[in-house]
């Protein structure tokens, strides 16, 4: 198990390392500069050329992209060339934001997931099959962007009855108006986790269903309760691994959700950086990102390990 | 798409109490706080929120009225005087009495701290982004010295008799709180300290900054009628709008345009004031082949376009544009061609130019997604393309992102970063004669200036050499208003409307004072 966790890890160096040079060529790719953002229209062009040659934007590209790398080695992630603040501060606190919407609408999105996918396979072809798949579909199929204007429409604007944008006091969300400010966007940004889940643990009960260890479990008299225990965890291996994809994509923010309802987070953040060619911010936030995703992703090959020795090989 | 439906969606909805107590709490549209050291980022809005209520300059804004066009005024300078044997020197007066937010003085010696922050790369306290805005600005300044404590002396490569309208866009922050912080300005963006009205108490980037009443304010009639106010980045209109109407927030700036009958019904106010602020097509005059070369294809396309109708489009947000400055504003003049939607009289001189409908001008126009005080670019331009389409004028668009137009506008039009176009969507500031030199003096041109279109015209260059070293006003004045005369008639531009710079707030704010300026004066505003 430990070799099977150390080549995991050994994996993801060769990643991060492409992920930070496919971010720098890509930024370099795209037209204009942060030198042409920071300043007005009407700035001369010698003024523009000054300040690329102060933050060494007049360097060759890979001249540039060694620097970062040298920094980052050291943990310095740079400033940004907009703000003049420490990358890190804005990253720290962005990724914390993120984190507050992610997790709940991780653990409200798979739960609801994994219960109404587990409900449709047990009554399959039934209404009520019919209604949850309805439901999952929809969850995915609805821009969450809309969703979201939907709910501040009825909840904020009609009744007023819960915040319609920002994060309110910052901080761990433990007051009521902390929580209010919570819950139209996790409730947003949970649909397509509870739509993808509960489709997948459908399919995979369904199949589960139909193979012949099943039958002997019936035969064997054991309780309806106890089989489908059995069913979900020969189900968890795959419905895990799509949950941690489907986590990693919360953590990288939602920059229509974010928008929507103003909230400070990575999405918002990878948002502004991209429209400033901020590149210090750009390139620590996409690595940080990548590397909680490698990270999530190692955890739930490992989960998976544990739950089926055969994935050990 | 999304702005239209959403602002539909929400403009359905009830109004809802706001709960603001003694302060203000104001949606901006720029995506993120303004930067807090004293010269903001976020283009004029940042300069709106973040630089004039907290920090101010030498020469400030006459934002006192919404009946006149907002001048100039003495700010820490209380006179100036342009050196009779040298013009390129002006001298300054301080004014005493002055102090920061942290307690330290204002005097000749911080004013100097400050313009080596801008002006010398080499100093301790240079801030790179800071600089690069004011010299954009400023471009002009040669030296400064200190005279006495309160007076002092600053020179120009050239003369400029307009060089007070250049200085209201250099503010001044405190060199006893960049060096009481270390010497940083990453930290002193977050304990900063100007000598404006309001002072920062606390700033969360992207997130909010806090302003708190400046009491011991040294003008006594512009201490600030608030206790604070709450400025937050609200890019997205529809955000805005749901805030405002959630009773978040008490003010937004830029209100959709669909939303604005819903919100006047719900009781809500939207301010509007008419001053000249263009949003023009800026054409190419350069490029070889270009058929705006031709004045009379210019001026055929400034009779063909419908600004009425473009301003409906707008629910009323703009007023059509008809020169450089306003229709009706002394700065105006009696130009030849008084521009009106007359498609026939547009394809008379197409016919003139060589041009009908068997052989229609064919033009590209570069216009972005989006950017600072670019109005609805994408339904603004379309509806443009329709209406000049009656005329044989077919329009094809360049659309590209904001920072792409920004790298074209600065440099040669005929390079390579034009992508080719024979136009260009920008929106301009137009409100003094400063701007007027950067836009059209021939030696402007790009990309050693802001000319992009690459306008000449040796009777402009002529007066505004004349007015450069004026010193008499009503001398000024007549050439202004010929200099605008040949801009409409020579029509470098495509006049389409002016900003007319809407904003909703709720009917608790009492006070607020709409100058005929993009600037603002927050002292007045209370809460009810």
Redesign the interface.
Known sequence: MEIFILRRVLYAVPILLGVSIVIFGLVQLS???V???????????E??D??RQ??GLDRPVYEQYLIWLGNLLQGDLG?S??????VI??LS??IGNTLKLAVPAAVLGFALGIALGALAAVGRGGWLDKLLSGLAITGVSLPH?WVG??L??IF???Y?IL?????GP?GFPSTWEQIQHLILPVITLSLIPMGVVSRLVRASVLEILSQEFVTTLHAKGLLHRRILLHIMKNAAPSVLAVMGLQFGYLLGGSILVE????W?GSG??M??AI?R?DVPVLSATILVLAGLFVVINILVDVLQALIDPRMRR | MLLATSAAVLGLGLAAPAMAGGTLRIAMTASDVPTTTGMPNNGYEGMRFLGYPIFEGLVLWDLSSADTLADIRPGLAESWSQDPNDPTKWVFKLRHGVTFHDGSPFNADAAIWNLERYYNSDAPQFEPQGSAIVRARNPNVAGYRKIDDYTLEISTDRPLSYFPYLLVYMLYSSPTQFEKVGSDWAAFAKAPSGTGPFKITDFKPRISVSLAKNATYWDKDRVPKLDGMELYPMPEATTRLAALRSGQVDWIEVPPPDAIPSLKGAGYEIVTNSYPHNWPWVFNLAKEDSPFRDVKVRQAANYCIDRDGMVELLNGTAEPSYGFFKKGSGKFGSPANAYTFDPDKAKALLAEAGYGPDKPVKAKVMISTSGSGQMLPLPMNEFLQQTLAQCNIAIDFEVVEWGTMLVAFRNDPTGPQSLGVDAMNISLVSSDISQMARWFWSANMAPNGSNWGHFQNAEYDKLLGEIQVASGDADVSAKVKRLNEIVVDEAPWLWIVHDLNARAMSDKVTGFVSAQSWFQDFTPVDLK
């Open positions: 037209p204009g500069d030198a042409d953002l920071l300043i007005p229209p009407e700035a001369p062009k003024v523009a000054l300040l102060k933050f400033v060339i907009f703000t003049n603040q420490p501060d804005d606190s962005a962007y204007i939907v501040v429409a904020s604007v009609t007023n915040p319609a944008q920002g994060m910052q928008t929507v309802f103003n400070p918002n953040l948002n502004l429209f060619r």
